[in-house]
């Protein structure tokens, strides 16, 4: 198994991530989905998924840019499952949440949506 | 762990709760010392013994972890299997069968 990727998962901005991941500048896409709610009433538990309906996706990333570290998880995509993952993520404030494809062919493709938080994740 | 994995055609959903802290390693305790970070840094998944997935985690995913992904190929009577393994190095894996 590959080592786990400490300077992605510590990235402060997506600028930062990209760099981590020796990956370009992300561009906004249809052909990738993010799911989130509108409003999150507990940032600790903010039920997110990201999905492609492209070919050739290699790894599918869920991003939330103002939380201290963007990254939150990181999905390998090969041909025994679907460019399709769901998990919850905790929220510190309402931000912008990413889900960005990374392509085989080196392309950075991505969606996002803003969720409001009413009650942040990172008090406990 | 908990593990349901429903079988659909030739697609497979998977949906498994894991029980575990997810400490951020951001959060002070009442004593104001920093409560250090624990949580699952990367999950896998078997499909009758055969990898299907590789995901890695930081710290931002919630406690007690939900997680779902669509397995293809996999029927009725598979055992799919879910391993965990965190900061510390502790690991966990559970198993179930396609139903």
């Known amino acids: ?124 | 762990m908990r593990i349901r994995a429903q079988a659909a055609g030739d697609k497979t959903t998977v949906r498994v709760l894991m029980s575990h802290e997810m400490e951020t390693g951001l959060r002070k305790d009442p004593a104001g010392k920093t409560i250090p970070a624990w949580f699952i840094q990367e999950v896998t998944a078997q499909l009758n013994g055969k990898p299907v997935l590789t995901a890695e985690w930081g710290p931002s995913v919630s406690k007690n972890p939900f997680l779902q992904f669509i397995v293809k190929g996999a029927k009725a009577g598979d055992k799919i299997a879910v391993t965990w393994r965190d900061n510390r190095g502790e690991t966990r894996t559970d198993e179930a069968t396609v139903s």
């Open chain 1, 1 to 124: 198994l590959a080592a786990y990727p400490t300077a992605a998962f510590e990235a402060k901005t997506i600028a930062d991530l990209m760099k981590a991941l020796g990956a370009g500048a992300p561009v906004e896409s249809k052909d990738v989905t993010v799911t989130a709610p509108d409003i999150a009433e507990n940032g600790a538990v903010v039920p997110v998924g990201a999905s492609t309906s492209l070919p050739g996706a290699k790894r599918l990333l869920l991003l939330v840019e103002k939380n201290p570290s963007v990254l939150s998880a990181a999905f390998d995509v090969n041909e025994f499952v679907e460019p399709s993952f769901t998990t919850r993520v905790k929220m510190g404030q309402s931000s912008n949440v990413l889900a960005v494809a990374l392509m085989a062919d080196g392309r950075v493709l991505y969606a996002q949506k803003e969720v409001k938080v009413t009650l942040g994740g990172c008090g406990g």
